[in-house]
């Protein structure tokens, strides 16, 4: 069963910044079946929306047309463990953050429905 453990989040000022981690069960980063891991969020009275995502063999990256240019997504694979470090944070980028794996066909990459498993999700709040 795959897992994972994210960490990271909390309050923060408009123009700050914040680092998101996932961790990822030692096998997801060697399976074929799962290749792709992503971030997405929501916010209170709003539908889940992607974020970022990166694919885990060649590390090829998405992102939203919202945080392009200030947020960037990686991954560790020594680590198990991708982030997303968040710059020049806004306060429209409140919302409840949470890491995604799966193995999505392209047309459902950037989609919540093309991830299998997810993470606890973490609160990322900025004030203005």
């Known amino acids: 069963q795959v897992q994972l453990v994210q960490s990271g989040g909390g309050l923060v000022q408009a123009g700050g910044s914040l680092r998101l981690s996932c961790a990822a069960s030692?096998?997801?980063?060697?399976?074929?079946?799962?290749?792709?891991m992503g971030w997405f969020r929501q916010a209170p009275g709003k539908e889940r929306e992607f974020v970022a995502r990166?694919?885990?063999?060649?590390?090829?990256?998405n992102y939203a047309d919202s945080v392009k240019g200030r947020f960037t997504i990686s991954r560790d694979n020594a680590k198990n463990t991708v982030y997303l470090q968040m710059n020049s944070l806004k306060p429209e980028d409140t919302a409840v953050y949470y890491c995604?794996?799966?193995?999505?066909?392209?047309?459902?990459?950037?989609?919540?429905?093309?991830?299998?498993?997810w993470g606890q999700g973490t609160q990322v709040t900025v004030s203005s």
């Open positions: 995604a794996a799966g193995s999505p066909i392209t047309t459902r990459a950037l989609d919540v429905s093309g991830y299998d498993y």
């Open positions: 030692g096998r997801i980063f060697s399976s074929y079946s799962i290749y792709s």
């Open positions: 990166i694919r885990l063999n060649g590390g090829s990256t």
